[in-house]
C-alpha cells in the first residue's frame, strides 16, 4: 500500500471520528436546551415576563421569545430552583432577560427575581422589599 493511500485511510477514520463526536455532542446539547426550554419553569418565567408592566413600558407588549433558552435547573427532595436566560422580543425593542425561580414541597415554579439588560443597564423587575426609611435626626 502506497504512503498517500495510507494517510487518506487515516485521515478518513479520523473524519468519521469527529463527526460522530460531534454529532453526539451536538444531540446532548439540543436535548438539553429543548429540556429547559419546555420545561414548567421556562413557561412561569414566559408567562410572568409577558405579564411585567414595568417590561412593557420599556420594550412594548412582549410579542415573542427567543427560541433558545439558557441557564440551569436544580430539583432535589421536592424543591427547586432555576436561572433563566431569554431573549424578549417587543414591540419596540429586544432584550436579554434573567428570570430566578424556585418551588417548595413540589408546588408551583415562583419567580423570585427577574431583570433585564437595556442600553448597557441591568433593569430590575422585582422589588421585593422598600429601602428603609433614614432616621429623623
Known amino acids: ?3 498517500k493511500k495510507i494517510i487518506a485511510i487515516v485521515v478518513g477514520i479520523v473524519a468519521v471520528i469527529g463527526l ?3 454529532l453526539f455532542v451536538g444531540g446532548i446539547a439540543f436535548f438539553v436546551f429543548r429540556t429547559i ?3 414548567e419553569a421556562a413557561d412561569t418565567a414566559r408567562s ?3 405579564s411585567n408592566e414595568k417590561l412593557k413600558q420599556d420594550i412594548g407588549e412582549v410579542k415573542d421569545f427567543g ?3 439558557t441557564g440551569n435547573i436544580n430539583v432535589r427532595n421536592g424543591d427547586g430552583v ?3 436566560y ?3 422580543y417587543g414591540e419596540k425593542k ?3 432577560a434573567r428570570v430566578d425561580l424556585s418551588y417548595r414541597s413540589n408546588r408551583n415554579w415562583r419567580v423570585t427575581d427577574a431583570s433585564y439588560d437595556s442600553d448597557g443597564q441591568t433593569i430590575e423587575l422585582m422589588q421585593p422589599y422598600a429601602p428603609a426609611p433614614l432616621p429623623s435626626p
Do not use: E, P
Open 48 to 50: 410572568y415576563l409577558r
Open 20 to 22: 460522530i463526536v460531534a
Open 1 to 3: 500500500m502506497s504512503t
Open 86 to 88: 431569554l431573549k424578549v
Open 37 to 39: 426550554g419546555h420545561s
Open 67 to 69: 427560541s433558545i433558552v
Open 82 to 84: 432555576a436561572t433563566l
Open 94 to 96: 429586544t432584550v436579554n
